[in-house]
Each structure stands twice: as C-alpha cells, then as structure tokens.
C-alpha cells in the first residue's frame, strides 16, 4: 500500500481497503528502515499516530477532508505548531513555532497526516541537499557503492516520495528547488505562480523568488495536492486574489491544436546527450498529441543565472539578519559582549554556504554597489520577464529540460560553487518571472537516471500545466518507482 499514488490511496482509505493508522504506521516503519537516506529531520510518530486515529473516525462517520487520512512529509522550512522547525540549520537547533503556516494549516484542515519534517539544504540555499547542518540526503535511485545527491533544496521531500516514505511532500522553489529535485528522483514537481501559495510560515529566503508547491508520484496527485493548498491569504501581502481551480479536471484533456514553444537558448553546450535526447522525445510526444512544435526565442536567458544570484542573496542577506541569537534560536555560548555575541552567533549558526550568500547579498546592496548591481538585476528581470510574456503571445506553453544533466554522485559536485549554481540553469527563469512550472519524470539516461522535461505556462495557468503535464506523463519513456535496496 505504500507504493499507491496519492489519488489512489484517497480511494482505498474511502473504501476502507485499509486504514489510516495501519498506513501511517506503514511509513512510520519505512522511514526507521530507510533512515540511512537522511530524508527526514524530524519524525513525529505519536502526532501521526495520533491523527491517523482521528481521520479513520472521520473516514466512518462520513465526514472525510479533501486528504483524509493520507500520510504527508512537510519540508522542514513550514512552520509546524509544536513541532520543531530548523530550515537545514544549526541557528534554528531548537526552535518550535507558536504557529503553524498556511500551507501547512490548509492542509490539517484538510485531513492530512504529518508524518515529519524532512531536510534541505540550509536555508533553502543548495541544488544538491548537501548544505544541511544535519548531512546530506541520499537519493533513493543510488545503486549499491555509489550514492546520489537527491537535487535540492527540497531534496528530503523528494527522497521521501521516492523512496516511498510517504504518499506526497509539500516543498518551496526559489530558483528551481521543487523542479530540479523531482527530475533528479523520477518525480512530479509543479511550482505554482508567485503569490499562488502563501508564504505566511515559510522561513524566508528570497521573499520575490520563494514559492510553495509539491513534490508528488503522478500528475493527478500535484492537481489534488495543490487544489488545498491554493488560495488567498490575507497574512501574506504578496498572495494573489485568484480563483481557485479544480485542477484535477483538467487530467486527461487533450492538447490538440496547442502550440508549444521550443526556447532556442535552451539547447546550450555541455548538456548531456541524453537530455538532448529526451527533449526530443518530449517534442514527439506533443506532436503525436496534436500540438504544434513552435521555435521561440527568449533572448535574456543567458542573464537569467547572474541575476538570479544578485537578487536572491541580496533579499537573503536582508531576510537573514534576523538571526542574531537574541530572540530565538542558536546562541553563541562563547560572547564577550553584545557585537561579540551576535559575531559568533552567526559565525557558528550558518554553514558556508549561506554564509556566502549573505556576503554576496550585503556586498552588492551596499551603498557603492547598489546601482551597479542590484538595481540593474532588476532591471534585466523585467527583460525577462517581458521576453516570457510576448513569447506566450505566440505559444501556450513551452517546454525545456528541468535539469542539464541528470543526478550526480557524491564526490562528483564541483568544488566551484558557480559550477554548483549551474544546476539552476533551466529552472530559475519561472522564478525571476513568477510564472508556473512542472517537472515531468520523461526516461531514464545511460546511467539509469531519471531524466525530467518541464513545462511552463502563462501566470495563473496550472490548469495548462495539468493537462500537458499528464499527456508527457501518459506517454514517457520511464519505468514505475523502483523499489529502494
């Protein structure tokens, strides 16, 4: 029962084909038996447990939410009432919100089981899920002797849909880490438009850039999964006054008479064969489909991925200055003084990477800089965002590979953190123009990695994701799920 889509354990727990407790209890046993993939920071067995309990009661007495009794992961960057939140880092060790996140209070609201909070890479700040002060997470598709990193950041969420540790996992995409993850996993990642998750309760990194969405088996789950999760929020003045679509209708509709764009300075030197490969398969598939293949440029691309970390370590660096071991969290043990404290506070609380960032991030917002760098990322995101938006004048949507390559082996990852940041490369696009993205699992490569195409589509426009989403899925060359050793 552990390997059942979300969709399909929904039906089975209606039809009481078996329990929530007995599900719950299922991956409870999993995850102790797979910890070595360091998927989860925190479990919360007895709270599970005890929601399980609660949802069956409901399942009998006809009162079920839209998720009832389903057992879910929650990325450790959620605020959880009660349960510890940490965000991959050491500054937050030991810090249990008063409050729980919008997301993750639709939904509980929903029915939902919480099984834990799984890592990341700290802050948010990795493509790899090898940044966490609590290790590295193991891709469930390493082979015996050679370990992959999952993607990141949300590579626990990924790890543990993958690995069958739960049905589905919430997870948050800055510059492609909902996408990127699910390519490297053989998963569905769909990051929603800016503004169509609330951020209320989300540990801030890029407060422009970070969006939630989820990691799931199938594309009908992400439509189920995302429909409880959308909506307006008024704690959160970027949240969007948009209504909320059954997204689940639009599994199964045809794509015939579509135009799909086909971005030319996508295809760029050093990507692998086999992903050149694969966005081919992915342009028949539509083709067969119906749809119309249409050449389109985006012409500031090539700017995408500098810009991208102007901006990100610029509000990182704003963002993170709230930790400073007065308040909550880590506090140096070691302080002569109040500067002494707040020194070593951060000195020892963040890990490199993120202590790179902020540097970045304070460097260009700096009074001598700020015009030179800041203020001119800006200006070349609006030339990006206005390329995407007259290329959607022509098509309806476009698809790219998610990732250059497929998932790498530890030992593999550049010691250079710009070759590190090359990860992002197709994915950071959607985020510097707020738009909608999904990762489709489309063939494995001459590795027997998993490989993913990803789809973009105008702002609001899920749905389009959803249905083109579901005809790549239907059609893909790539196996079920392996069973993890």
């Not at 996408?179 to 769909?190: I, K, M, N, T």
């Not at 992903?275 to 249409?294: C, F, H, K, P, Y």
């Not at 249905?467 to 060359?477: P, S, T, V």
Request: hydrophobic share 40%; with cysteine.
């Amino acid at each position: 029962m552990y390997k059942l889509s979300l969709s399909d354990t929904k039906k089975a727990l209606l039809t009481r084909k078996f329990s929530s407790v007995e599900l719950t209890q299922c991956f409870l046993n999993r995850i102790e038996k797979h910890e070595y993939l360091n998927a989860f920071i925190t479990v919360c067995a007895d709270k599970a447990l005890e929601a399980a309990r609660q949802s069956d009661q409901k399942i009998s007495t006809n009162s079920a939410g839209e998720l009832e009794g389903i057992p879910l992961a929650v990325k450790d960057l959620f605020m959880t009432k009660g349960i510890r939140t940490t965000a991959g880092s050491k500054m937050l060790y030991n810090f249990i919100p008063p409050y729980e996140s919008t997301v993750t209070e639709k939904l509980l609201n929903a029915g939902a089981v919480f099984l834990g909070k799984t890592n990341m890479d700290e802050f948010a700040m990795g493509s790899a899920n090898i940044t966490s002060h609590y290790g590295p997470v193991i891709n469930p598709w390493s082979k015996k002797g050679l370990k992959l990193v999952p993607g990141g950041s949300s590579g626990g969420s990924a790890a543990a849909v993958a690995g069958h540790l739960c049905v589905a996992a919430t997870a948050s995409d800055t510059g492609g880490s909902i996408r990127q993850p699910a390519s490297f996993c053989g998963l569905v990642g769909l990051k929603p438009t800016y503004g169509r998750c609330s951020r209320y309760g989300m540990v801030a990194f890029a407060s422009s850039l970070d969006q939630a969405g989820a990691i799931t088996k199938t594309v009908r789950d992400a439509a189920i999964f995302l429909k409880v999760i959308f909506g307006y929020d008024s704690r959160d003045s970027t949240s969007a006054q948009e209504s909320v679509v059954d997204l689940e209708s639009f599994v199964g509709q045809s794509v015939n008479g579509m135009k799909i764009g086909i971005p030319r300075e996508y295809s760029i030197d050093g990507m692998s064969v086999d992903v050149t490969n694969a966005w081919q398969l992915g342009m028949d598939i539509m083709r067969s489909a119906g749809a119309e293949i249409v050449d389109v440029s985006l012409p500031h691309t090539k700017y995408a991925l500098p810009t991208y970390y102007i901006i990100s370590p610029a509000e990182a660096s704003a963002n993170l200055a709230r930790y400073d071991g007065v308040r909550y969290g880590f506090r140096t043990e070691d302080a002569k003084s109040l500067d002494d404290m707040y020194k070593k506070t951060r000195q020892e609380g963040f890990g490199t990477e993120v202590k790179r960032r902020i540097l970045v991030g304070t460097y260009v917002l700096s009074a001598g800089y700020y015009d030179a760098y800041y203020r001119k990322a800006l200006q070349v995101r609006q030339l990006i965002k206005k390329d995407f938006a007259e290329a959607f004048e022509r098509v309806d949507m476009l698809l790219m590979p998610t990732t250059p390559h497929s998932a790498f082996a530890f030992g593999e990852e550049p010691d250079d953190p710009v070759s590190m940041y090359l990860n992002d490369i197709f994915t950071v696009t959607a985020n510097m123009a707020e738009l909608p993205g999904i990762s489709i699992p489309i063939c494995l490569d001459k590795f027997h990695r998993p490989l993913g195409l990803q789809l973009m589509a105008p702002k609001f426009r899920e749905d389009l994701l959803i249905q083109g989403g579901h005809i790549l899925e239907q059609n893909a060359d790539f196996p079920a799920l392996e069973e993890i050793a």
